[in-house]
Every structure is written in C-alpha cells, then in structure tokens.
C-alpha cells in the first residue's frame, strides 16, 4: 500500500508498504530515517518514541497505515540542520550518552515534558520527571545524568521563557 | 493483507461484517506486539482510531459513556472525578507512551487476565456496548469475559464504548508488579463503594483465567457495613481482614513467570485489606469527590 | 570495495567547547550524532541492493537432527539463499577459548534456540515466513539442566555429609561434549588445609541467570567484496577475535575479511562471542549481495551469552575477635551447552571468590559445567558478581554471629596494600577497603520514609501501582565492598594497538588516533581524544573508525581498554612527540631542554615559543604504530591455584538503603551510596556514569533481573518479562571517588566499569535482609521470598 504523511514538517510518500510494517520499520527503512530505535519492538523501552499529531507514542506499536495524514515528529526532527535543541545539548553536557540507543526516544520524550510543564510556567519536579521518563529503558546510564540533564534542559528553556 | 480505515462507525461495523476474521487495531498496544513477532498475520486489519465516535466520552443516562477508543492518558487527564477506579488503574498501565495510545476497548478486546482494567471495570459495575451491523447491545463486563483471551463479543462486533456509572462512593486500585512502572500484573484488585445501593463492587485481575468478581466478599463486606453507611463509623480491623480472605479465596491463580499462585493469593488478601481501610477513610471523611 | 549508504560514523573532528586532556569532563565525539539520531548502529546500516538474513533456531534444548529440508523455504517468492551447516566451508566450530560451537548446528544441538538454517529474502518479514518453512526432523534427548547433576556431583545436603571431591565420571550425566561435561575446576589451596576456628558460619546462595540486555540488539551488515572477500560492519566488542573466527569458518585469510565497528547499543559482554557475524559472511559470498541481519529482542535474548547462574556453599572460620582464619567455599557456574569465556569466568569467581579481605587459610572449589541450558559467557563482572553476593552474604552473616557491626568486621578484615590475596599474589598498589567503607559510613541517610497524608506514591514500594500508603513498610540500611581484576588474567598476552599521526591542515595542527578497540558507549573515544591532547598539545584530534586495518586492540571488556588501549594510544602519542621534538631541535639547532608540545606549537618554558608545528612539520605527517602491554602476568598453579594472575584491582564499595513492603514483598531502593578507587578519572563526568550504571545493574540482579529457564527453555524471552530497573526503580546516588595512583598504570588509573556492578547488588540484598530480617540466600529476591510464599 502507499503511505502519505508528514514527517518532521515534510510530506512524505512511500510505496509498496506491507500493511503488517510498524510505523518505525516505514521511518527507518523506508524513509531514511533510522533515529527512532528498534530495541524491542513490543513497547517496553520508548527507544522508538516518535510524535504522532504532537503525542508521544512508541512508533513500534502504531501500524504504518494509522499514519496515513498524520503529522509524524522523530528525533531527526527536533532541531533544524546544523542546530541543536537545549534538550540536546543538556544530554550532551550532562553526560546523559553512553551508548545512546536509548537517547532518540529519550529525547522526545523529554521535549514533550519540559514543553507541557513550560507551557504551565513551571518546571517539572524530580518526581514527575520519573514517571514521564519510566517508558524509556536505559541500560548504560542508571539513569541519574538523564535527570541531570532534563533539569538542565528545563532550567535553560525556563530562562527562555523569561 | 488488507489494511481498512473505516471513517464512519457504520462503515467499520459493515466492514466487520464483511471480515469476520478481521482483527480490529486501535492504540495498536496488543496486535502489533503480536504482529511485529509473527504471531499475528490477519488476513485484515480495521483501524478504529480514525472513527470520531469511538474518540469521545459523555454523559447518556446517568453514566458515563466511555467511547472504547479514548487512550488511557485522556481517562487519567478527563476522567479522574468520574471514574476514580479506572483513573487509578490506568495510571499503572505501561508507560506513558503507552497510555498516549492504549484504549479500554482495547483491554476488553485482548480479554487477557492480566487487563489492567478490567478490576476497576468490575468493581465499578460497569457494561459493555458492543455492535454490529444487527444492532447493539450492553453486556454487563462480568459476563463479558469467556476464558483466558476470550470475550463475549461475537466475530462480527466491535467494542463501542464503556458505560460506567459515576461513584456514590469511594474506588480504588491496587496492583502488584515487580517492577516500579512498566510491569504486567501480577496480581490487582480494584474495589468501589456503592454506599447509594449499600452495595461493595469488587475486581480481581491476573489471578484467574478471566478477570473476576468476588461475590462473597462483596456480600460479606456489604453485610458488614449495614448500619455504618449512615453512622460513618470506624470499620474493625477484622472485618477488612475477612474481606481480605473471602477476596483471595475468590481466586483461582496459577504459577507462572510473574509469580507464584500463592503469592498472589496473598497479595489479593493484603490489597483487598489495604484498599478497604483507604476506601472507607475516605468514606468516613465524607469527601465530596467521592460521595 | 562498495560501502553502505549508511556507513559507520566516523567521529567529527572537532567540538567547540567540549575538549581538554586527561581529567577534563571532555565531551564525546560522537554525541552530536547520537543527539541528532545520525549515529548509525549496527541495526541502521543500509544499502540499495541489501537482503535480509534471519536465522532458524532451534525449538529443542537437547535433539538430534535426523534431517533438514529446506526445499519449502527456498521456494518462498523473494528468497534468495538457505543455508545449513553444510554450506560452511571453513571450520564448523568456534568458541573464544574453546572451538566447540557449531556455526550452524551439525548432528546435535545443545540449547533452545542454537542456530539451525539462514534464510536471505528481500524483506526480514518473508525471510522470517520462509524460515519457518524448513522442515528439520528432531529426535529430542532429554536435556541436562543442572550444573551439579551434569559433573555428577552430590547435593548440597550429600555435600555435608561427604566433603570429599567426589568427580568420578561414573555418576556424571551424559557427556555433552566429549571431553565430559567439566569445562574447568579451579582451586586453591593456601595456609592450613584443616584450620580451626572459634566461630563458623555456613551458607548456601544462588544467583539467576542474568541478561546483558543491551538495548542495541546484535546487528550488522555483510558486504561481498569485489576480491572475493567480505566486508563486515559489525556491532561488536572485538574486532580482531571476531575475525579470527570468521577467517576459520569461512575458510579465508585475515586480508579477505575486513571488519568495521558499528556503532554499538551497549554491550556488557554480550558481544564478545560472535552472534550474526559468520551467518551474515556466509549469506553474502553466498548471494553475491550485502545483507543485513538485525535481531529482534526474543531472538537477543537467544543469541548472546548470559552471566553464569551460580550455586555456592561458604564456610567462613574466624576468631571471637572477628579476624577471619579461614574461608572454604565451593563455586558452581552453568556455563551451558558451550564453553564461551567459562573457563576464564571460573578463574575469576575462583581467584577473587572471598572478597577483598585477608584469608589466612584457603580452600576453594570452582567449577564450570556444560549443560543444555542457554550458553553462558562475559558479562560486567564476570565471575565476580555471583561471588560477591555470596562472600558479602557470609560477612553479614559472621557480624551477626559475632555481634558486631557489619563493617568493622569488614575493615577488621580488609585488604589493604601489601596484603596477599587468596591466589597468593601481593596487592602491590592502593587498596583502599577502609577508606571506601569509612566513607560511606560518613555519608548523610536519606530522610526518613513519608507517612499517611504525606506519601507520594511514587517514593513508595510498588509506586504508583498504588500498594501501600506506609503499612507494612519497613527500612534497611546494608553494606558491600568488592574487588575485580583489570584487563585479562593468568598470563594471556593482553595487548593494544594504536596508530597516532600528526599532521598539519588548514594551518592547523591535528591528531589521528587510530585502534580496533570497541567503543560500546562506556566513552573510550572521548579518553582517546583527551590522552592525545595531553600528550601532543593539540586541541584536535579525529577518532579514526574503528577497524581490522590496524592491529587489535583486545576486548572491550574487563574494564581494560582505557588502561590498556588508552596506554597504547600514550605511548605511540609519545613516540610520535618525541619525533616532533626531534625535528623541533635540528631546526632550532642547538639544544633547548623543555621543548614540549602546546596549544599546537613546539614552546619551551625557559624560551617560550619555539616553533609552530607548521613550521615543524610543514606538508609531513608523523605516524607511529605502536603495540603495548601491561606488565606480564602468569598461569596459577592447578593444584594450589597460587600465582600472580592479575594485573590490578579496582575497588568499590556500596551503600544501599531500601524501603521493603514486607508484607506484599515489594521493595523500593530509597538511596544507592558508592566509593570507588579509580587511581586517576581520565574523565570524571564519564567516572560517574560508569558507576552510575554498574549500580543499576547490580540493583536490577538483586530485585528484578533473571533469564528464568525451565527444562532448558527460556520462559521470558522479553522486554516484558526479563524486567530491567526503569527511572522509577533508580534512587538518586551519592558518589565519591578516589585516586589512589597505581604506579603500574598509565597515568596512575584503574579500570573503573566492573567494580561498582558487583558491590551494589550485594549492598541491595544486604539492607532488604536488615529490613526484612530474613536469611535471603537467593537473587533476585522475589516477593515470593519476602513473604514465604
């Protein structure tokens, strides 16, 4: 079947998709975009987290045809060629990538938090950053720089706000 | 395989109908896990998510009509106040990406044991619309469940929404996992206090081959309470302890790799006990969310 | 030679504002690509024209094949090969230690899920339908699933009655190889062979079976070679190993089979034996076209090597003093249905079985067996986290007997420098157990858990899972302390390999580094980086891709590599300086004693700018190869055990404070405290992440973590049921490191991966028992365990 949608802000058409292909199998074999991770392929570790129509969902679970006119957001899409999103740099900084296959996923993620808690005029607490992060598995990290790090993110983008 | 996207309700249950070995797929949570490993390879798939009725949630006759494709993430947001039990609940499920995506209608759909919602759904008395292009009809959710994934829903139904009766009275949800967030349970149990109908609504999940009620605790916990609806009075200690007992003996659980059958009979005791000492302080205090 | 559309990512050069040298918190060079989503892992790369590769495994832990047809599969539209061990032309085993796994299997297989057929097809999908078709006829044997029943070893309870040795073959089961079913029995045998104590305390613990769960899942992509040769891009943990052994299966000389290192999703061991590496060779000369071969997460958990499940039995002497007189201990390991690194994990659980303490009389069996479970191999820690939750188990058990504090028994009996270790060898830099315990000690608890109106659940046991409000909840505070060799033992000849070159571009001065060794995200790159700096003065340097074009670098493994790669890359940076500075002194012509190397420029304190390196160098490169090795170390003696086997410890120590529910058996880790000698943090920021995640690690085999095996099958092949800590299960930590120089490394460093993955499981199991105050003998705890159910 053919499949249209919009990915980071482009459309997008790819042909000859088989009905049973994931979402992320259609993003990273045949679009060209491998940022979304394959780790478990059954939701379990948010590494395939993508936007779908600004929500976060595990790109693995949707069906590539639940995409058809959608809006798609992959980590490719984050910031512009050549930039990095604060939520980018804080990881980088903080020390938040060892191996970083969990980091696509975690980066989404995180951006959709610190943008719901700035868009209240607040940052998230430790807390609440816990329980927005507890889909997405880190093996390498034992998570403590992750934190670091979107405290980072949502200091700096709270100093933007001002 | 055929992949449809019905825009209409009528057109998905026409499409149904026509597919009677149709797998329907909404937050995709459950078929694409299946899918993804080659357990799964329908002939047709019928996506749900683009049919408005399913999406949406509203009051018809007094209850709360929970269209089957509202993700879990808009039930904790939406309806914490109107559907405390299934609120609670579906904060436990997955992940948050998870719950961005995983319908009640799914749950029902996959009708496995370990349902997160299905407790919630059965201490809250809740029915089941399910349709076809024959018609519609309500199913009281205890009923809905046959055997170990297996539902009363016929081969050419879909799920079209929940309908559960707002609180009189206090809900709760408890769920073991051996794990912090992400896990399946090993065992849950969610109990509502009907204090309008002096009646107790009890669910227990992962701890037989459907998700069930325990009548006798029920009958027990609703005996025991005569008299202290109205007086709000303390509830003895043993009187939770029996309903504990009366809520595990109601269990037929097996051992498997999430735990033991033993463990999670106990385990149903002790969060039977528990969620009952929390729900009747919550009573006594009066709170108006939950009376 | 054609390269992938999507190849392995070299590192950028360059980085504003993220370099510095040694002891800098420099960043990765390759995490803006990581950031952005362009950093291609092995699961990423690409070509036009590739094929998909899967494998067939079998369903059998024990069988014979009476036969294979893979006609229906072969007749699958979109299939491009079958293949079966008969298509293997070179050697039809391999091993790391031991050549006795097949590459697909012969007559008989010994595991659930050893590989059976390939099938290439133009979508994984078809490739996966087609597999299913091969029809593969099975007699099924009845599997052997315990280790002491495979060496026909009695019981425990036997074990009591008789202590004798009893090994005769006559009761061993059925040989799973033929050489008998022993893959390698270590002992030692120091002091008194039968000492006498005033207090003994025996034990009996267990360890599961843990996973690596990597999350970048065995992948790679072979690429047919215009010479007749193959081209691998691979994730993988050593380049040169995994050649050797490609070579012998596919039967081909060292230059015909390039590897390239993917960019690697975690490894932890799990990659050290080969998984897809021959089969994706052997589909590509096969089909004349690339293929790619990408695990799912149930086929990972079949495909890689686990940590060895153990069964020990301790018995720890010492006077009512608490000085310890002597310890005996038999170590049981599952080394599974081949040999993988068991012989080497024996000789670490053996060696280093008794702790970083002072053993005056020793007397240590350790065993590695074949059996028809899952394959057992390296992972962090390798041998030394089963032993430790046994060792540190006994200590509190000592304390207890003796009335005292659990860690003065410990500093009472810790090593120190110039104590002897149970092989015999002399601790010949800082160890500092006392320190590390003393420090943790002095570090502030965590507040008190919350109660009634003020709980959030999600600092409670169970979380928002919603299991308690405070009822049942009791805490516990334990501590550990451990200790794990460095690099490889017992005499292996443990080199590195690099490659530096400087030259001048664009006017700038830059630096090359370039090894094999794996960068599996634990940052060697970045130490790579920041040594060449320090070394050549130069703010720019590129990581070259990591390949077989150079010599081998040896395992990313046994925390080795900054030490052991990170000496290469120093010494041929030094060689390479020393060039330099030679050319800097026929220009100057006459004899400045401090030139060294500086901000891109040859300067002198006495003189200040000398030379700039374009003037040095002009249009020439300086390059310099260098082959490097730590100090030697020697085999132990089979019968005594006695040697110098290591060539350096590392020490750290945990702190675990815990909540346990413990009427539901639900525990929440409140706080995880680490000490950790690293002799000198070349990174410090990439110091506490790697402490940070050995704990996890450690935290998830004490409550979570276990690859459960019934009858030889693997009932929870998955993210769902092989459950590892997420965020919420992670407390926050408090670290303090210490850099205790070891004179024998370079720049006075010590490996730092291993350590803190084997105190903090123990530290965990320890405060769940001080809460609980239940024996617990075995991990992970389950709730089942804390609630006699």
């Known amino acids: 079947m053919r499949l249209s949608c919009s990915v980071n802000g482009t459309p997008r058409e790819v042909d000859d998709v088989w009905e049973g292909e994931s979402l992320l199998y259609v993003l990273r074999e045949r679009m060209g975009l491998p940022g979304s991770k394959n780790a478990c392929e059954q939701g379990e570790c948010g590494s395939c987290t993508v936007y779908l129509d600004d929500v976060p969902v595990c790109a693995c679970l949707v069906a590539a045809g639940q995409a058809q006119g959608r809006e798609v957001g992959t980590v490719e899409g984050l910031a512009p060629a050549g930039e990095l999103h604060p939520v980018q740099e804080a990881f980088l900084e903080a020390g938040a990538v060892q191996c970083g296959f969990c980091t696509p996923g975690l980066l989404v993620a995180t951006d959709d938090l610190v943008a719901r808690t700035r868009a209240e005029g607040r940052k998230p607490a430790d807390a609440e950053i816990r329980e927005a992060l507890a889909g997405n598995l880190c093996r390498c990290t034992g998570y403590e720089k992750i934190l670091d790090a979107v405290r980072l993110a949502a200091d700096r983008m709270a100093g933007d706000a001002r | ?291 | 030679m054609s390269t992938p559309t999507r190849a392995p990512s070299g590192a950028p050069a360059h980085l504003t504002g993220a370099g510095g040298g040694i002891g800098a918190d420099a960043q990765r060079p390759d995490g803006v690509l990581k950031v952005r989503g362009e950093f291609a892992y092995g699961s990423d790369l690409w070509m036009d024209d590739m094929l998909w590769g899967v494998t067939l495994r079998s369903p059998h832990p024990y069988a014979r094949i009476r036969s294979i047809d893979v006609g229906p599969a072969l007749a699958v539209p979109g299939v491009h090969a079958v293949l079966t061990s008969d298509d293997v032309p070179g050697e039809k085993v391999y091993g790391l230690e031991l050549a006795d796994q097949p590459v697909l299997a012969l007559d008989v297989v010994r595991y659930q899920g050893e590989p059976v057929a390939l099938v290439a097809a133009d979508h994984p999908d078809t490739a996966r339908r087609a597999a299913a078709r091969v029809v593969v006829d099975y007699e099924v044997w009845e599997p052997v699933t315990d280790a002491r029943t495979a060496l026909g070893h009695p019981t425990w309870n036997q074990v009591h009655e008789t202590p004798a040795e009893v090994t005769e073959l006559s009761r061993e089961s059925a040989h799973l190889h033929p050489q008998g079913n022993l893959v390698r029995h270590l002992k030692i045998r120091r002091g008194d062979p039968e000492p006498t104590a005033d207090v003994v305390v025996i034990g009996e613990y267990e360890v599961g079976m843990q996973d690596q769960a990597f999350l970048g899942p065995e992948s790679g992509l072979a690429v047919p070679a215009e010479d007749g040769g193959v081209d691998l891009y691979v994730a993988t943990q050593w380049l040169h190993v995994d050649q050797r052994q490609i070579c012998a299966a596919l039967g081909m000389p060292e230059d015909k089979v390039r590897l390239t290192l993917a960019g690697v999703g975690g490894a932890f061991g799990g990659r050290e034996d080969l998984s897809m590496h021959v089969h994706a060779c052997l589909l590509a000369l096969h089909t004349g076209r690339p293929v790619k071969m990408s695990y799912n997460r149930e086929e990972s958990f079949f495909g890689h090597v686990h940590r060895h499940p153990a069964t020990m039995r301790y018995e720890h002497g010492a006077t009512r003093d608490g000085d310890l007189v002597y310890v005996r201990a038999t170590i049981y390991l599952d080394g599974g249905a081949y040999a993988s690194s068991t012989p080497a994990v024996v000789g670490n659980a053996g060696t280093m079985g008794l702790g970083p303490y002072v053993v005056p009389n020793v007397h240590v069996d350790c065993y590695g067996a074949y059996t028809n479970n899952p394959p057992c191999g390296a992972m962090r820690g390798f041998g030394s986290v089963q032993t430790a939750f046994a060792y540190e188990s006994q200590m509190d058990a000592l304390a207890a007997e003796l009335g005292m504090d659990p860690v003065e028994l410990r500093c009472r009996n810790a090593m120190e420098e110039g104590s002897v270790t149970p092989n015999g060898q002399v601790v010949d830099s800082a160890a500092p157990v006392v320190e590390l315990l003393r420090r943790l000690e002095a570090m502030p608890m965590p507040p008190a858990p919350a109660t009634g109106a003020d709980v959030d659940l999600r600092d409670m046991p169970g979380g928002v899972s919603n299991t308690t409000h405070g009822e049942g909840v009791r805490r516990g505070v334990g501590y550990a302390v451990a200790y794990k060799n460095v690099a490889f033992s017992e005499g292996f000849d443990d080199h590195s390999t690099a490659r530096v070159r400087l030259e001048v571009v664009g006017g700038e001065a830059v630096a090359t580094v370039h090894t094999a060794a794996a960068e599996v995200g634990q940052g060697l790159v970045t130490v790579e980086q920041q040594i060449a700096r320090t070394e050549l003065g130069v703010e720019r340097v590129v990581v070259a891709p990591k390949d077989t074009a150079v010599g081998s670098a040896g395992s990313t493994s046994a925390s080795r590599q900054t030490y052991v790669t990170g000496g290469a890359v120093k010494a041929a940076c030094e060689a390479v300086r020393e060039r330099v500075l030679s050319r800097a002194r026929d220009l100057v012509g006459r004899a400045v004693p401090d030139l060294r190397l500086d901000g891109g420029k040859v300067v002198s304190d006495g003189e200040g700018v000398a030379l700039t390196l374009a003037e040095v160098l002009a249009d020439d490169v300086v390059e310099e190869t260098l082959e490097w090795r730590h100090r030697r170390t020697e085999p132990i003696d089979p019968e005594t055990g006695q040697g110098f086997a290591h060539v350096q410890y590392a020490f750290s120590a945990h702190r675990a404070v815990v909540d346990v529910d413990t009427e539901l058996g639900l525990v929440k880790v409140v706080e995880m405290a680490c000490t950790q000698d690293v002799g000198k943090a070349i990174n410090p920021q990439a110091v506490i992440g790697q402490i940070q995640g050995g704990t996890a690690q450690g935290l998830g085999l004490a409550v979570m973590e276990e690859i459960l095996v019934r009858d030889g099958r693997v009932q929870n092949p998955s993210f769902t049921d092989y459950l590892i800590p997420t965020v919420l299960d992670m407390p926050p930590m408090r670290i303090e490191v210490l850099e205790y120089a070891d004179p024998h490394a370079p720049y006075g460093l010590r490996g730092v991966g291993e350590a803190p993955n084997i105190s903090s499981g123990p530290a965990v199991l320890a405060a769940i028992r001080q809460a609980t105050g239940l024996p617990l003998t075995r991990v992970p705890v389950r709730p089942e365990h804390l609630t006699g159910t």
Not at chain 2, 16 to 42: H, Q, S
Not at chain 2, 195 to 207: C, K, L, Q
Not at chain 2, 266 to 274: C, D, E, N, Q
Request: with cysteine.
């Open chain 2, 1 to 291: 395989m055929d992949f449809l996207q019905p825009a209409t309700w009528a057109e998905a249950l026409e499409a149904k109908a026509a597919a009677r070995e149709a797998v329907p797929i909404a937050g995709g949570t459950d078929v694409m896990v299946a899918v993804n490993f080659g357990r799964l390879r329908p002939t047709t798939l019928i996506d749900l998510t683009r049919v408005p009725e399913l999406q949406e949630w509203g009051l018809d006759d007094g209850a709360v009509r929970l269209g089957a494709g509202v993700p879990y993430a808009r039930v904790i947001t939406e309806l914490g106040g109107r559907l405390p039990g299934l609120a609670m609940a579906a904060r436990t499920i997955g992940s948050p990406q998870i719950r961005n995506r995983g319908t009640v209608g799914g749950n029902l759909a996959t009708a496995s044991p370990a349902g997160d919602a299905h407790p919630a759904l059965l201490a809250a008395g809740a029915e089941v619309e399910v349709a076809s292009v024959r018609g519609t009809r309500r199913i009281p959710v205890s009923e809905f469940y046959r055997g170990v994934k297996r539902s009363a829903l016929a081969d050419d139904e879909l799920i079209a929404a929940v309908r559960i009766r707002p609180p009189a009275g206090p809900q709760q949800y408890s769920k073991i996992g051996t794990r912090n967030a992400m896990v399946i349970a090993v065992a849950a149990f969610g109990l509502a206090l009907h204090p309008d109908r002096r009646a107790v609504g009890t669910g227990i999940g992962s701890a037989a081959p459907t998700p069930r009620r325990a009548p006798e605790a029920e009958e027990f916990l609703a005996g025991e309470l005569d008299g202290l609806w109205e007086s709000r009075g303390e509830l003895p200690a043993a009187t939770a302890g029996r309903f504990g007992e009366l809520v595990a003996a109601a269990a037929a659980p097996i051992d498997d790799v999430r735990g033991t059958a033993a463990y999670r009979v106990h385990a149903l005791s002790v969060m039977a006990r528990r969620t009952l000492t929390w729900a009747w302080a919550d009573y006594r205090k009066g709170d108006p969310t939950c009376a």
